[in-house]
C-alpha cells in the first residue's frame, strides 16, 4: 500500500490534476486512498477523462505503470538532494498554514522544515520597486530578522529579493515560496540566493511537482501560502492591481495582520498601499510599529515552541559582534553626531558605517536621534526584542 504521500505524488501525476483536485476528492470520500480505489464512473465527476485512464493503468500495472515509474523517479530526485516532502498530518507541516482554507496537501522543502513553523511575517510588494521602496524591504527586513522574527516572501524580483537579502544580510532565517516545482527555481538569476537562504538555516518551498513551469497561474496560488505561514503581512510598495494585493487580500480572509508603508502621493506605486491603508491596514513607518501589534502573537508563538526550538530561535536571533563596534563608540559621546561626520571620524564607507549602526542600535548600544547617533539610549529606543527573551 502507498504512504499518505506517494498517494499525493500518484494524484500529483494524475493528468490536469493539483491542489483543488485533492480536496474535491476529499469532498466525497473520506480519504485518499479510499479515492484512489473509487468506482472510476464515481471518480469521473471529479477527475478529467485522461485523469481516469492513467488511473485505471495505475490500477492494472501497479509499480510498472508510467505514473508510478514517474513517482519513484521524483522520489529517487527529492532523495539525492535531500528535499523533503510534507503533508498535512507530517510533524514540520507549518500549524499557521494548515489552519487555512484548503491548504496545500504536499509541501516540497529545500532546507530546514522547521523553520516553517517560526513566527514569520511576509515581506511583499513591486517588482520594479524604486530606490526607496527597495531601500525600505531591505531595511524593515533586516531589523525584524535580527529580533528574531523570520521573513516570508517569493524570491521574485524588486522588493521579494530585497527582503530575503535584507534578512541574509543580519544572518537572520528566510523562507522563499515558489510559483514553480523545487527544481525551477524563479527567476533562475536568483538560484544563487535560494541557496544562500538554504545555507543559513532558512528554506525553498512549494507546493507543485517537479517540473512546473512558471506559468501566471501558479502565482496568485503560491500567494496564499506566504500569507498563511506568516503573523501578517508587510506591502512595501504595490500598484492598485497587483500580486501584493492578492497577497494582502488573502491575509484578510486567513485573518492574518496586514501592514503598509506609505509613500508619496505622486508616486504610481504607492497606490495600492494607500488604498489598503484606506481599507484598514496598518500604516507603519518602523519595525517596531510591526512588532508593537504582533506582541500577543509573537508571544504566544514563542511559548508553543518547544524547548529546542526557543533555543534555536534564540541564537538565529543573536547579533554577531561587529568589528567596527570599538572603533564607533570611541568616536560617540552622549550627544548626537551626524553620519557624514562619523564617516570622516572613523573611515568607514557609509554602507558599512549603516551596516554596524544597525546592529548596535538593535543591541541597545546606541540610538538614533533624529538629527544623529549618540551612545547608550535607553532600551526602549531600540527595537524592543523582549518578547523572544522572556
Known amino acids: 500500500m502507498l504512504t499518505s504521500i506517494e498517494q499525493i505524488l500518484l494524484l500529483q501525476r494524475l493528468p490536469e490534476t493539483g491542489s483543488g483536485t485533492y480536496w474535491r476528492l476529499l469532498d466525497e470520500f473520506p480519504v485518499l486512498n479510499t479515492a484512489l480505489e473509487a468506482p472510476i464512473d464515481v471518480l469521473s465527476k471529479v477527475l478529467s477523462p485522461a485523469a481516469c485512464n492513467t488511473l485505471m493503468e495505475y490500477r492494472e500495472r501497479g509499480e510498472d505503470s508510467a505514473v508510478m515509474r514517474q513517482v519513484r ?25 494548515r489552519e487555512i482554507r484548503r491548504p496545500p496537501p504536499l509541501l516540497y522543502v529545500w532546507g530546514d522544515p522547521a523553520v516553517l513553523s517560526l513566527p514569520q511575517i511576509a515581506v511583499v510588494g513591486s517588482r520594479s520597486p524604486t530606490p526607496g521602496g527597495r531601500d525600505n524591504a531591505i531595511q524593515f527586513a533586516k531589523e525584524l530578522a535580527a529580533a528574531g522574527v523570520t521573513i516570508t516572501s517569493g524570491l521574485a524580483l524588486g522588493i521579494d529579493i530585497a527582503a530575503h537579502q535584507g534578512t541574509l544580510n543580519v544572518n537572520g532565517k528566510t523562507i522563499a515560496v515558489l510559483g514553480t516545482g523545487i527544481d525551477q527555481i524563479y527567476p533562475q538569476r536568483h538560484f544563487q540566493i535560494a541557496q544562500e537562504i538554504v545555507e543559513h538555516g532558512g528554506a525553498v518551498i512549494t507546493e507543485f511537482p517537479l517540473g512546473v513551469q512558471p506559468l501566471p497561474a501558479n502565482f496568485p496560488q503560491r500567494n496564499r501560502i506566504i500569507s498563511g505561514l506568516s503573523l501578517g503581512v508587510l506591502v512595501v510598495e504595490a500598484a492598485v492591481k497587483s500580486g501584493s494585493l492578492i497577497t494582502a487580500r488573502y491575509a484578510l480572509q486567513q485573518n492574518r495582520e496586514v501592514f503598509a508603508i506609505p509613500g508619496s502621493i505622486h508616486n504610481p506605486l504607492s497606490r495600492g498601499c494607500h488604498a489598503l491603508i484606506k481599507d484598514g491596514a496598518k500604516l507603519v513607518e518602523t519595525a517596531q510599529d510591526i512588532v508593537d501589534e504582533l506582541r500577543g502573537f509573537l508571544s504566544m508563538k514563542w511559548q508553543e515552541l518547544e524547548d529546542p526550538t526557543r533555543a534555536a530561535l534564540k541564537v538565529a536571533g543573536e547579533l554577531v559582534e561587529n568589528e567596527h563596534e570599538g572603533r564607533i563608540l570611541a568616536e560617540l559621546g552622549y550627544d548626537p553626531v551626524s553620519l557624514d561626520t562619523l564617516v570622516a571620524r572613523t573611515g568607514l564607507g557609509a554602507g558599512e558605517l549603516m551596516a554596524a549602526l544597525l546592529t548596535m542600535e538593535l543591541k541597545g548600544l546606541v540610538g538614533n536621534m533624529g538629527s544623529g547617533y549618540a551612545r547608550a539610549i535607553p532600551m526602549e529606543r531600540a527595537l524592543d526584542l523582549s518578547l523572544k527573551l522572556n
Do not use: F, G, V
Open 73 to 97: 523517479t521524483d522520489l529517487a530526485w527529492l532523495r539525492e538532494r535531500n528535499i523533503q516532502l510534507l503533508d498535512t498530518h507530517s510533524e514540520h507541516y507549518p500549524p499557521l498554514l
